[in-house]
């Protein structure tokens, strides 16, 4: 059983999620919904492409990922399929697949052209349900991607904000919020490992708020402290242990971090 | 494989739903379930009745849509089985499956009465687990239609509110706001084509708000600019581009909205 | 098909929602994965307790429910394996599956403990991916679960309150309330029952507000009344007819409910 899963910002139940899996449903009833989330922001590309990053490893080989976060759709940007490691990817030229392919340079890039497995009536201001819904239904019933459109070697971009790694000194900063208020740097655990940090706890900063060491897990230390852990997907993490960092700090996305030696 | 969707006004990720889903899959194990929505407003039909009509018709034939909208729940109010077009609708008679058959009159109705395939408890207030379910469930095996009850002819309608085309100028409302904030009006393309406006491009208000033209997509007009479009389920539609038409003009469902010549 | 549940406080959409279920279809693609609800408040592990032993009996035999609100993840806790009745849990050992237990006591007890069916590389914050997932779907492909780990007989408990029943008076309180604002407290109809009620309508209590009698259904008072009715878990329950009885009544999980002759 093929796997198809949706990543949108449409709201949490939005009914244009299930005009998309009705569409689907209707060209392969065997295939395997699966979202993803819908509660992207509404048109933050940036925030879609770190969630799909985070998770599309994690699902089968070939599932086929479509991701509609659109705020150009019905203009002249293209629909792009990918092939990345061993799945599909179905998204606006917008950025939405940057994170992915950071991680994974895509084996294939075409442009979506071939308007024969569309759905009949195309929208000027939904692709998300009369071609990318469709296409993904017809990949998962077998349709070659190379007759999707010609190929593409190219695709639009989103500046990352780096990080520095320099003298026993990082710098970076908060990338996503989770849903328990974890803030989400995008310092890895590689980045942590080769710097130079000498011996001793590392200093972690976010705005004016300081922590040292970094832990196993929240329990290691007690309720309502500020710890720093190395998260579940491999970046560094400031978490308020039982609370919410984020509103407890008041620090949103794009605050700078900081690890220094002690 | 059969599908049967789900739309209701619990809420999001309320166990209700679960239970629902729990009671299907232990009838049938092997259907498909999908969510239309859970957002719906509590006790609000008219919401409930939008939302079906609206994505109904993208689902596969034989798709069977159980709407839950049911503050008469236990009374003497009926239960509804009808079939519309080539799917199968349960769902209280309230009104709730009234906006469906504006479009597409039913084939059959019928009141739901055998309570051998009703759960053998059936609770007062909560029948969208204990008869709904377990009848969708038993229709999805090939339990048949007419043997849930007695036909009936009328059901519940809603006052729908009209819109009014005359001498070049259209009055109607804005029927429902969606997860963008995009104000959906019930004017359709149809009224628009009909409508006797003169060359040029046609003004639309709304509350004190104007804009002019009617384009494409949300891309063809600037940032934050008050645009109309043609929205993806055939009605005129205004938006606010890359924000939130319903918040920055401060309009609710049920605003006048007219559109006129220039 | 066998089919999965998943109880979290990940919130709505989560995408760690999504890495579970990305986990799950990589092991075991033919699995029905059916979401109870991941808007458990976070780290509230009663209240994740109290949905789970609403809804969990209501899925086939052999279902395999995930319920994951582990603030302990990565320390000392264990994770538990259970058969309840002819259903299969895994959960931490923080509570989680007492109110479940409180109804059926399990017939056998299993520290989770077998590496070799985890994730090949296991996050210390992240066990619901990394563990459970992988555990859950190799039992829907038929892992035995003794081969899980050594049988336990004791497990972490709740402080659940106790309702009081006396001299035609009974103490209860609210255990928690629905997304339609309706307080669903702790007393059974079968308490209801046995309390030695005098002739004549009860009169039900919560903070300073009373209401006289309990009713079928919602419907069998007039709009806007503070109404009592045994819900569909069974359960007293203090409703507002067409409203949302917590908001109005000011009323929360805890508040202490009474019914006593009138």
């Not at 209707?26 to 979202?35: A, C, G, L, S």
């Not at 997907?233 to 900081?258: D, R």
């Amino acid at each position: 059983m093929r796997v198809i899963t949706l990543t949108t910002d449409f709201g949490v139940s939005s009914p244009y999620v299930a005009a998309m899996k009705g569409v689907i449903l209707d060209i392969n009833p065997e295939v395997m919904i699966v979202d993803v989330t819908h509660a992207i922001a509404p048109q933050d590309v940036r925030q879609g492409a770190l969630v799909l990053a985070e998770v599309c490893h994690r699902f089968p080989a070939d599932t086929i990922h479509v991701a509609v976060v659109d705020p150009g759709v019905g203009t002249q940007r293209k629909i792009l399929f990918a092939r990345i490691g061993d799945q599909d990817f179905i998204a606006p030229d917008n950025g939405l697949l940057s994170a992915v392919m950071r991680r994974t340079p895509p084996r294939a890039m075409r442009q979506v052209m071939a308007s024969h497995v569309w759905l009949s009536e195309v929208s000027a201001t939904f692709h998300g349900r009369d071609i990318m819904a469709p296409v993904a239904a017809q990949l998962s019933l077998g349709f070659e991607a190379k007759k999707l459109g010609p190929p593409v070697s190219e695709m639009v971009g989103l500046d990352w904000p780096e990080v520095h790694v320099q003298g026993g000194r990082i710098e970076g900063s908060v990338a996503s919020i989770d849903s328990f208020g974890n803030l989400i740097t995008d310092i890895t655990a590689e980045a942590l490992a080769e710097a130079s940090l000498t011996e001793g706890e590392p200093v972690i900063g976010c705005g004016p708020h300081r922590t040292r060491g970094i832990y196993r897990t929240y329990g290691d230390q007690p309720q309502s402290s500020l710890i720093a852990v190395v998260g579940s997907g491999g970046y560094l993490e400031l978490a308020v242990v039982g609370g919410n960092a984020s509103k407890t700090l008041e620090i949103e996305v794009g605050a700078a971090v900081t690890v220094a030696s002690s």
